[in-house]
């Protein structure tokens, strides 16, 4: 069924992450698998204040790309670091790790997709 979800209607919620420090604010874009054809579990955009992040996780079954909209960040991708900053594109594959964290002074924001394997 289509629909239109509506700016008015969007939601942030915070939610710690991993146990990175601070809280991660995030407001579905899509909402599971059933907005999603079922090929996925997230789709959302995601805000990390300064001080804020999202803790090392390894993908099981399957993979998260993201897509930086603002701001910059550290990212580990399977433990190498590198900033990501807007514009860039990080991905990582079933079985993989990572975490992010803003370290900076201005609000990092980011569009995060989680498909199945």
């Given at each position: 069924m289509s629909f239109v979800k509506?700016?008015?209607?969007?939601?942030f919620e915070e939610k710690n992450m991993f146990g990175a420090p601070g809280m991660a604010r995030h407001?579905?874009?899509?909402?599971?698998p059933e907005e999603m054809l079922g090929k996925g579990r997230l789709y959302n955009h995601v805000i990390l204040d300064p001080g804020c992040?999202?803790?090392?996780?390894?993908?099981?079954?399957?993979g998260e790309t993201f897509f930086v909209l603002k701001g910059e960040a550290e990212y580990s991708d399977n433990g190498t670091p590198t900033t990501l900053r807007a514009g860039d594109i990080a991905s990582v594959l079933p079985g993989e790790g990572h975490s992010v964290m803003n370290n900076g002074t201005e609000p990092f924001e980011m569009i995060a997709l989680i498909l199945y394997a």
């Open positions: 509506r700016s008015d209607d969007a939601v407001r579905k874009i899509l909402n599971g992040g999202i803790g090392w996780h390894v993908h099981n079954g399957d």
